[in-house]
């Protein structure tokens, strides 16, 4: 995708009453994963501390997550192609 509004995709493809696997990496390098709970929040990592500007730091790839408690979001601007790796590592 060009953009990252990902609702575009998501919308209609994700059905969070179902297990699936939906990675969405833009094209203006954020990174978005819609599927196990577990994975998002390993995507993001552990809080480690903050920076000097107050932003949260991360032990992984940082970013945000939300969802419910099977099935969640993650969302980042890090290395796409370290954040493709490890989804799939994950699942293999």
């Not at 998002?40 to 790839?61: I, M, N, P, R, V």
Request: net charge negative; with cysteine; aromatic share 14%.
């Amino acid at each position: 995708m060009s953009h990252s509004k990902t609702a575009t995709v998501a919308d209609r493809l994700f059905d969070p009453e179902k297990e699936q696997r939906l990675l969405i990496l833009s094209g203006d390098g954020e990174s978005n994963f819609f599927g196990k709970k577990e994975l998002c929040l390993l995507l993001q990592g552990e809080k480690t501390g903050k920076t000097a500007e107050g932003w949260d730091t991360y032990s992984h790839f940082g970013g945000w997550t939300g969802g419910g408690e099977t099935t969640g979001f993650w969302g980042g601007y890090a290395n796409q192609d370290e954040v493709l790796d490890f989804v799939v590592k994950y699942f293999a």
